[in-house]
Structures are given as C-alpha cells and as structure tokens.
C-alpha cells in the first residue's frame, strides 16, 4: 500500500439519476488522480432489470448494492491513493450505511439538482437502463443532507462542470 488509510481519500458523489453524477467523478477522480467506479456497475443483475422495467428499487433492493459501494470505496488495496464513486445515496440511511462499511477519509459531494432541470436532461439520455419513468421515485426518495451530515458539500447540478468541480475542489479542501 502506498499511503496510510489515514491519508486515503474515498469521495462518493451522489444525487437524483440524470444529476451528472458519473460525469462529474470522472472528472474530480481524474483531476485529484484517483480511482473510479460507477456505482451502477455495482448494482446486482435482478436490481438492473427491475429499474429496466421501470420499478423503484426498494430498500432491500439497496441493501447489497450499498453494500458493494461501501466495500470498494474501504478496499485499499485496489485503490491506494483512494477513489470516488457515483452513486445516488439519496437517503440519510443510506449514507450512513456506506459510512459504516467505508474505512479512511469518507466525503460526499451532493448534485443538488432542479426536477426541471434532471426532466430535461433524462430526456435527452439515450442507452442507460434508468428510465426518465423513475425520476418522480428519485425525488421521493431523496432526503438532502442536512448540516448533521459535516462529510457532505452541495454543488448546484446546473454549474459548467469546470465551475462545479473547481466549487467542490474548494469545498473539500482536497
């Protein structure tokens, strides 16, 4: 391992589908030159299909996945400089899920996002399995961190993502 896990720094950028979650962590993991994951690639098979279908995911349909999130972002042996992860954490509960199987620096970075903006953009989005059909659940699930959560920074989804990722630079101190 090259750095202590004291110094290892795991990122989990989170938000509603459409948010640009997976844009903008290859764009922080590139720029601070760690690893990344797409969390979708973490989800399970039947997960994948249900949402395909264009059914929420239930909490135990989460379960695992966050389960998954939280063991990469922890493995430092794949990742020792750190990583970041896109992944929606749209509740409390679930972040805190990822917090409790995460190890080392743990940070979020919340896309805060307008429905008309994500209805727009889910519009436009062609070849993934999120139909624009769940938007609606996406908002009804998502509980914004509140100032308790002190490992989370907000940056409006709508920024250039040059001006989002110079914000969350900033707000990280990273």
Known sequence: MSSSSSNRLAIIVMGVCGCGKSTFAAALAAERGLDLIDGDDLHGESAIAKMTRGEPLTDDDRWPWLDNVAAALADSVRSPRGIVIACSALRRSYRDRIRAGSSGDLRFVFLDAARELIEARMQQRRGHFMPQSLVESQF??????????TDVVTIPAHLPLGAALKLAITKLSV
């Open 140 to 149: 009804r699930t998502l509980e914004h961190p509140t100032a308790v959560e």
